[in-house]
């Protein structure tokens, strides 16, 4: 089973990994990506993640789903978004998989969190004390 | 045909508005619309990349386009 959520309210953690649990798993692997209080080295004040929702949840689906395709073990998946204002240590995303074995649990998150950094409409931009950055925009 | 297209990120901010109405010749594409917008907002050139999005997909550089499509400019994604 697969839920995908984009959300502007803090994740709850502990109720993504429970999403995650069945009885045929032996593995849930998670990734939690936080924010962290540099970037190159710049102090960040706070970031803003703006999403294009209805493709940034259709696109989420489909990695999901090319995940559970190449693993078809794979017993469930959730990730979660956020979008809005975050501050330093909030936490931006979740990626949780659950696997009968732990080989593939780690494979498919890193799939999952690595594709989505590629291709899901999402954009971040970056607040120091005396400026901003989209994030990736320029070369 | 009118189509109306939205912006996202520094893509929005380059252009000033979120959704922008342009007038096309029917049949249209994908690249021709990028290089309709860079002409007007030269800026955009200096983008790491630039796609458009057609009905939540990424649209190859000859997709034509539709007045009834959602499209959308999608400059370099930078989630997670």
Redesign the interface.
Same mark, same amino acid.
């Given at each position: 089973m697969i839920h995908i959520d984009l959300t502007d309210q803090p994740i709850d953690v502990p109720a993504a990994l429970r999403s995650v649990e069945a009885d045929g798993a032996g593995a849930i692997n998670t990734f939690i990506?936080t924010v962290r209080n540099k970037s190159t080295g710049r102090p960040v004040v706070r970031l803003e993640?703006?999403?294009?929702d209805?493709?940034?949840l259709?696109?989420l689906r489909k990695v999901a789903e090319q995940a559970a395709e190449q693993w078809p073990m794979v017993e469930n998946i959730t990730v979660i978004?956020r979008k809005g204002t975050l501050h330093i240590g909030d936490v931006?995303?979740v990626v949780a998989v659950s696997t009968p074995h732990r080989a593939e649990s780690f494979v498919a998150c890193q799939y999952i969190?690595d594709t989505?950094?590629?291709?899901?409409?999402? &954009?971040?931009?970056e607040f120091y004390e005396d400026g901003d950055v &989209?994030?990736?925009?320029?070369? | 045909m009118n189509l109306k297209i939205?912006l996202?990120?520094?893509a929005r901010?380059i252009v000033g508005q979120s959704v922008l109405e342009v007038s096309a010749p029917e049949g249209q594409s994908a690249q021709g619309l990028l290089h309709d917008l860079h002409a007007r907002y030269p800026a955009l050139a200096?983008?790491?990349s630039l796609a458009v999005?057609v009905n939540?997909?990424?649209a190859a550089a000859d997709t034509l386009l539709q007045e009834r499509d959602?499209i959308?400019l999608?400059?370099?994604?930078?989630?997670?």
């Open positions: 990506g993640y703006e999403a294009y209805s493709m940034a259709h696109q978004h931006a995303v969190i989505l950094k590629q291709v899901v409409t999402i &954009w971040k931009k &989209w994030v990736a925009a320029h070369p | 939205a996202f990120g520094i901010e200096g983008l790491s999005a939540n997909e990424y959602e959308a999608i400059p370099p994604v930078s989630g997670g």
